[in-house]
């Protein structure tokens, strides 16, 4: 399995590129704003058809792209009830935004629960809900490869912002002691935004929520 980070969209949000070209399919994390530009030429350099798109919550910079990547790919969409207002509903955080930005609504195929496991790219995926930045931010956990996807949830050095609709600290920080900082420590965090990190760096180091 190939992993490709994009960072993409007007405030550089990572989507990641899940390549598996002994199975010629893709998985992608998240579509920032025109991210498929990026995308299709890496289906196309291995041979990968992108079958579907896991959003990890349904803020705007996390979904800009989504539709355009749908309507090039065909892939199923991926994502947690509680943001399905947002999801399918872009213009309330647009408004919120105070911003013109001619959001296109996604439609989610598949709504996917805490502890849910389902195989992808020929590896077993864990849902985790990490509620608190927003109700239904959700993270990607492969057990295999150590490697957590955790969206808006948790950063390095730092935590998602819970000054938007439906965001708490107090769910924040549950939600990362129960669902992320129990996940093996040498576990890679990738987040939404910025670089990557580790469950035990994070657990001893963030300056918001320590294990
Ligand atoms: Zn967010
Ligand atoms: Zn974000």
């Not at 890496?42 to 079958?51: F, M, N, P, V, Y």
Request: net charge negative.
């Amino acid at each position: 399995m190939n992993l490709h980070v994009l960072p993409a969209g007007p405030i550089q949000t990572n989507a990641y590129l899940l390549t598996a070209p002994e199975r010629g399919e893709a998985v992608l994390i998240d579509a920032p704003g025109d991210v498929w530009a990026d995308v299709a030429p890496i289906l196309a350099k291995e041979k990968c058809k992108l079958t579907e798109l896991w959003l990890t919550h349904g803020h705007w910079d996390h979904m800009q792209g989504g539709a355009e990547v749908v309507r090039a790919s065909g892939a199923k969409v991926l994502a947690h009830a509680d943001d399905r207002v947002l999801i399918e509903r872009p213009e309330i955080m647009e408004k919120f935004m105070g911003e013109e930005m001619n959001l296109e609504a996604v439609k989610v195929d598949r709504w996917i629960a805490q502890g849910e496991k389902f195989a992808a790219l020929g590896r077993e995926v864990e849902v985790r809900h990490v509620p608190g930045h927003c109700p239904g931010n959700v993270l990607f956990y492969f057990a295999e490869a150590g490697a957590a996807f955790v969206g808006d949830a948790l950063f390095n050095g730092s935590i998602g912002r819970v000054d938007f609709p439906g965001g708490d600290f107090a769910t924040l920080e549950s939600s990362i002691r129960a669902q992320i900082y129990t996940l093996p420590e040498k576990t890679v965090v990738f987040p939404g935004h910025g670089p990557k990190t580790t469950v035990v760096h994070e657990r001893s180091t963030n300056p918001y929520v320590r294990g």
